[in-house]
């Protein structure tokens, strides 16, 4: 991540019409490096080589700032899901492992977003929390209804389906924890084993 310029120092120069993007990058990055009560709106601007006025241009404060990142994020996730599963044709299996697929690849993919996200989500106001839980249902009921389906034609055997998802969506979920992608495990490798993890969580047998 780059740091931030010393106060005083020249600011970088941001192409015209890209001023969103890179208060959306700085607040990425200075939400992820100091935790949003760490975090001031003056730094993020900073960092993102704006003034004040031109940061305020686009969000009028910092928890809309956060609800920003998170909404975009969120939407990416759901659209990363949704593209998978209208490719993966109507087999309850293929289409869990076209969610689990899609789910790691955005974990990896957007790993500081997913942290933000699960750890800032509690500092949202109540009436931005309210909007945006919508889509964090929407998300949560992609993997709910593939599941039921599956237990509805016997293709899965968990006696407890929404257990079965929760595990599911909380080993997901900690991948953007410890997943290194320098480390020993690439991506296709990654994605085989998780898709093996949740097929048993719901009892598939082949």
């Not at 740091?3 to 120092?9: D, M, N, V």
């Not at 609800?67 to 599963?85: K, V, W």
């Amino acid at each position: 991540m780059s740091s931030a310029p010393e106060y005083g120092a020249a600011a970088p120069t941001i192409p015209r019409g890209a001023g969103r993007e890179a208060i959306s990058n700085a607040a990425r990055e200075i939400f992820a490096e100091r935790g949003y009560h760490g975090a001031s709106i003056r730094d993020i601007a900073r960092r993102a080589g704006l003034s004040l006025s031109a940061l305020y241009h686009w969000h009028s404060s910092k928890q809309d700032l956060l609800a920003a990142l998170i909404q975009e994020s969120t939407n990416d996730y759901f659209e990363a899901c949704e593209q998978a599963l209208r490719e993966a044709g109507d087999n309850p299996v293929n289409r869990l492992n076209a969610l689990v697929g899609a789910a790691v690849e955005w974990r990896v993919r957007r790993r500081i977003e997913s942290e933000i996200r699960a750890r800032e989500w509690r500092n949202l106001e109540p009436a931005h929390q309210a909007r945006l839980d919508s889509l964090r249902r929407a998300a949560t009921g992609l993997w709910k209804d593939i599941i039921s389906d599956g237990v509805a034609k016997g293709v899965f055997h968990c006696e407890h389906p929404d257990d079965a998802r929760r595990a599911a969506l909380a080993a997901c979920n900690a991948i953007s924890q410890w997943y290194d992608p320098a480390g020993e495990i690439g991506l296709p490798e990654l994605v085989d084993r998780y898709t093996t993890i949740c097929l048993r969580m719901v009892d598939y047998r082949p």
